[in-house]
Each structure stands twice: as structure tokens, then as C-alpha cells.
């Protein structure tokens, strides 16, 4: 009866990459893509295109040069290229950024080096009703007019 259960669980566990956790320890430098579910502590140096669904975490010693595609990234250290993070992005004291970023929500401490071309998901959303965006006016105000 509850050996189902169970099973239902370890399966479903087995299959979530977002919990896992990879570590690029400091002295090692990877040229090339990585490709991951899983998300990320960086400390050594990565060059090329790194595209992950989970969260990405560059310490001091990090450094990211090229593309980095992930939905949350903390950074510490450098990066340098084009950076898209689909939620947040949050930069600490000691953190370097140069490039083109794209992020869902960006946090900046004070101390920290942002020299990007930034552009955020969603942020135009709630500026104007979507009835008076392509216009100007009300779309209800059009065609309502007497008829003669």
C-alpha cells in the first residue's frame, strides 16, 4: 500500500536536475558549450556557450566569457559576453559585468561593476492598458458612435 507511494517519489526525485548542484573549482578553465539541467558553483573559468535550466552561482575567483543562458545567477566574480537569465539576477559587491544582459528581475549591490546594455523581460507590461497601446485612445471609444 505505501511501498506505491514511495516509488512514486524516488522516480519523481530522480528526475528533477534542478536540485543537483556542479562545481567548476577554482584553477579550472573549460573551452567549449555545457549543456545542464542542473544548476552551477563557479570558481574556475568557463569560455564559450553555458546554457542551464537551474541557478548559476559564480564566486569571486569565477569567470563566465561568452553566453550564459539560466533562470537565476548570483555573481561574485566576472563576466563578460552576453548574459541572459530568465529571473533574477543578482549582482554582489565584488562582481564585474560587461556585455548585453537580458533578466526577469535584476538586484545590484552597492560596489558592484555593471558596464551593460540591459534590457528587462516584462517590465513594460503594466505601463498602459492594452486597449490604448497600438493607439493611443481607448479602443471602446472607436465605433460606438449614433448611427444616423
Do not use: W, Y
Request: hydrophobic share 30%; charged share 25%.
Amino acid at each position: 500500500m505505501f511501498s506505491d507511494n514511495k516509488k512514486g517519489r524516488d522516480q519523481g526525485s530522480s528526475a528533477d536536475f534542478s536540485r543537483n548542484q556542479n562545481k567548476i573549482s577554482e584553477g579550472t578553465k573549460i573551452v567549449g558549450d555545457i549543456i545542464s539541467e542542473g544548476g552551477f558553483r563557479i570558481e574556475g573559468t568557463i569560455e564559450g556557450t553555458f546554457k542551464t535550466t537551474g541557478k548559476v552561482v559564480v564566486g569571486r575567483s569565477g569567470f563566465i566569457q561568452g553566453t550564459l543562458e539560466c533562470s537565476d545567477a548570483d555573481f561574485e566574480g566576472k563576466f563578460s559576453g552576453n548574459l541572459n537569465v530568465s529571473n533574477t539576477l543578482s549582482l554582489k559587491p565584488t562582481a564585474h559585468i560587461e556585455g548585453e544582459v537580458t533578466v526577469g528581475k535584476l538586484a545590484v549591490e552597492p560596489g558592484a561593476n555593471f558596464n551593460a546594455s540591459c534590457s528587462m523581460k516584462g517590465g513594460v507590461k503594466s505601463l498602459s492598458k492594452p486597449s490604448e497601446q497600438k493607439t493611443g485612445q481607448p479602443q471602446t471609444a472607436q465605433g460606438q458612435g449614433k448611427s444616423a
